[in-house]
């Protein structure tokens, strides 16, 4: 993994600092719902994929990390605006994508923050995104799921239920790191998977929609903020 994601942060930094402009590039913006935190998108990340994949000749992960998905928007904003529950604490970001609830964090005043995701792209655009917000974010490719020890204080969850193989591992993870006694936060925009008998709303923010969610016909979306029952 170490080898990966090397190798990922040095095809994510020559892409940032490509010339030019159009569907296919990165750029620094500011992230929808939460313009405290500047990331690294893709314009339009399938083009950014498809371009990416023929220059390098083989199949590459799905660039997730790319998007800012609604869960975890509606997680950093609601950190950012309840700074209290990250401030002077350790924070875990479960498949951080982006890094945008790890940033936010960070920004609220976390002791200190890991963010984790198995991908090496992720994980070199979470170090990226933290160093453009100029926030200290550890990035680690490790899976993490069947820990059964995590020394962390808080742990967030954004967009992770999204399948039934996902849910199944994740969901006793987050029970198990409840009852150690840390408290967990899950951003979902109601996808199917989620297990909501088993988790309590806290918030329902409306989140704009974005290109990267065609099927969704209105501009906003509503997306939930909860907590295990």
Same mark, same amino acid.
């Given at each position: ?54 220059? &390098? ?32 604490r350790r924070v875990l970001d479960l498949a951080a994508g982006s890094g945008l609830v790890a ?53 967030? &969850? ?8 996902? &849910? ?32 309590t709303v806290l918030a329902d923010y409306p989140v704009p929609t974005t290109s990267t969610e ?16």
């Amino acid at each position: 993994m170490r080898d990966a994601a090397a190798d990922a942060m040095t095809e994510l930094e020559r892409e940032i600092h490509a010339p030019g402009a159009g569907l296919d590039r990165l750029r620094l913006v500011p992230a929808p719902f939460v313009p405290e935190v500047r990331l690294h998108l893709a314009e339009d990340a399938i083009v950014w994929w498809a371009r990416m994949e023929a220059a &390098a000749g083989r199949a590459l992960p799905a660039p997730y990390w790319a998007s800012a998905w609604a869960g975890g928007q509606a997680l950093a904003r609601h950190l950012l605006d309840h700074p209290e529950l990250a401030a002077g604490r350790r924070v875990l970001d479960l498949a951080a994508g982006s890094g945008l609830v790890a940033i936010a964090a960070a920004l609220a005043g976390a002791a200190e923050v890991t963010a984790n995701d198995i991908d090496p792209y992720a994980v070199a655009a979470v170090t990226l995104n933290a160093r453009a917000n100029h926030v200290a974010v550890d990035a680690t490719g490790d899976d993490l799921l069947d820990s059964t020890e995590a020394k962390v204080d808080l742990v967030v &969850a954004g967009d992770v239920f999204y399948d039934r193989a996902m &849910a199944d591992r994740i969901l006793p993870f987050l029970q198990r790191v409840a009852a150690a006694g840390a408290d967990v936060l899950v951003g979902d925009p109601g996808r199917g998977h989620l297990p909501t008998d088993r988790l309590t709303v806290l918030a329902d923010y409306p989140v704009p929609t974005t290109s990267t969610e065609p099927s969704v016909d209105s501009s906003l979306r509503h997306v939930q903020v909860l907590r295990p029952a």
